[in-house]
């Protein structure tokens, strides 16, 4: 689940349980205050019938039936009344209402006020019983009901406002919640995207807009001060890089042209051999020295490929054509598989660099006796073309594979031997991937290895 899916959900529970809350407190409060006011209403008309009882008979006497009767004559409105004799029946008006039974009775003797809401034919009233003194006694009950219809009408419609607005409300706050959480998560994404786009080459990419001192902006503030010391860091190694490849390459060729005079003019074979030998390895030395400025170069972006027209066919035999010595005293032959002219867009040198490491590798790993088959097809698939290099040596270990184009690395079998650094290859998977192209390796061991270069026509 997503961060701002998570914010956004807690945020509905909360939200939700606070305007729930509030809401009930609100509809109790409101229920409560309605009930007051009929509650108050009732006790208003009791205490009016209760002094004029008191008012109108003061002395021993059983009041008259008449009396009695002109007494709630046109008192009430809507409210209902029930007139209940000590005896226990009701004697005058609403003979539904229910009567208070001995136990209640006692309790409102006792000073307590007793009041409810009852049930009659299934519509509410509040209710509100008393008793009526005369001359100190005890006579008679006075049970009054009034109708909550009003009330909970009010109520009704109450509930229903709360009902629509709650989720409304909890609507609104939860797009305001997710377009402020989506803002503000926004720069998040960025920073994941450059995250998984940063890699060695690009360095570059930085989180954009993050001024704000919010923690968000902050961690982008840090993002952006990190890649920026991390690209410095890179900067000056592949700086030192290309500037030891350089200041050695000098040097170096200068000891190579120094050493050859020698040795052309040197006469003692033993001498002559020892600088032959010298020369070999200084010879390699050279070679990881431009394999290392190639990739200094690369790394700083700073390789930009002379693309034109490539004659691939003309490539493939130029190359073989180069290697054809080395094939020779190795005791390898080429096979060379044509069909037609291919022509790619591409930089011919670097093109050229990819494809003799290739047959240098299949030679340096062919038995003697054995051939190179270095096949050219047309691509319909990608519409370019596919070289592949395919010998019968020893084949790479499984386990070796994935690592085969990594720098420096160089198969266990391959380790023993002085020839090679096992930068060729890296190399290589640089230059055609700068191409647009693929390159692939697929060996079994035993048997020998295939390389495939796919050369995209655009
Ligand atoms: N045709 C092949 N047969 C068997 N192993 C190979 C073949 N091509 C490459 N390898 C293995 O892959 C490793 C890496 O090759 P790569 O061309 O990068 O380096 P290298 O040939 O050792 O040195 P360099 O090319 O830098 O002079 C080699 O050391 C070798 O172990
Ligand atoms: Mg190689």
């Known amino acids: ?54 008012e109108e008979w003061t002395e021993e006497e059983v009041p008259e039936w008449d009396d009695i009767l002109a007494l709630f004559t046109g008192r009430f409105s809507e409210e209902r009344f029930g007139l209940q004799a000590a005896g226990g029946q009701i004697i005058l008006g609403d003979s539904t209402l229910t009567v208070p039974d001995s136990g209640t009775r006692q309790r409102i003797r006792a000073g307590e006020i007793i009041r409810g809401t009852t049930h009659i034919r299934s519509a509410a009233y509040r209710q509100l019983i008393r008793p009526v003194e005369v001359a100190g006694r005890v006579d008679f009950w006075l049970v009054l009901i009034t109708p909550l219809a009003d009330v909970h009408s009010r109520l009704d419609t109450l509930l229903l406002v709360l009902c629509l607005t709650v989720p409304a409300a909890l609507l609104v706050g939860l797009i305001a919640v997710y377009l402020a959480t989506r803002k503000s998560l926004a720069p998040m994404s960025r920073m994941v995207t450059i995250a998984e786009e940063t890699s060695a080459r690009h360095l570059d990419l930085r989180i954009p807009a993050t001024s704000g001192d919010d923690e968000v902006s902050r961690l982008g503030q840090a993002l952006n001060g990190m890649m920026e010391r991390i690209e410095a860091a890179f900067t000056s190694q592949r700086q030192f890089v290309g500037d030891a490849s350089h200041e050695l390459r000098t040097p170096l060729t200068a000891i190579i042209s120094e050493l050859e005079f020698a040795a052309r003019r040197i006469d003692d074979e033993k001498a002559k051999d020892s600088l032959d030998l010298a020369l070999v390895e200084l010879d390699r030395l050279g070679q990881l020295v431009d394999q290392l400025l190639t990739l200094a170069r690369i790394d700083a972006n700073r390789l930009v490929l002379e693309k034109q027209p490539v004659r691939l066919d003309e490539l493939i035999v130029e190359c073989v054509r180069l290697a054809e010595r080395d094939a020779r005293t190795r005791g390898i032959t080429f096979s060379i598989q044509i069909a037609e002219a291919v022509e790619i867009p591409g930089d011919d040198r670097q093109l050229k660099s990819v494809l003799l490491n290739i047959i240098d590798n299949a030679l340096k790993h062919s038995p003697r006796d054995s051939a190179v088959t270095i096949e050219l097809k047309d691509n319909l698939a990608i519409g370019g073309a596919v070289i592949t290099v395919a010998d019968n040596g020893p084949g790479i270990d499984a386990a070796d594979l994935p690592r085969i184009f990594d720098r420096f690395y160089r198969s266990s079998t391959a380790r023993s031997s002085r020839e090679g650094s096992g930068l060729g290859l890296a190399i290589a998977k640089e230059l055609i991937d700068m191409h647009g192209g693929r390159i692939q390796l697929a060996s079994t061991v035993g048997k020998g290895t295939t390389v495939s270069i796919q050369l995209p026509a655009h």
């Open 1 to 54: 689940m997503t961060l701002k899916s998570k914010i956004v959900i807690a945020n509905l529970l909360i939200f939700g349980l606070i305007l729930a809350g509030v809401s009930a407190v609100v509809y109790h409060h409101v229920r409560g205050n309605e009930l007051a006011r009929v509650d108050a209403r009732l006790d208003i008309l009791a205490d009016q019938v209760i002094t004029e009882f008191s």
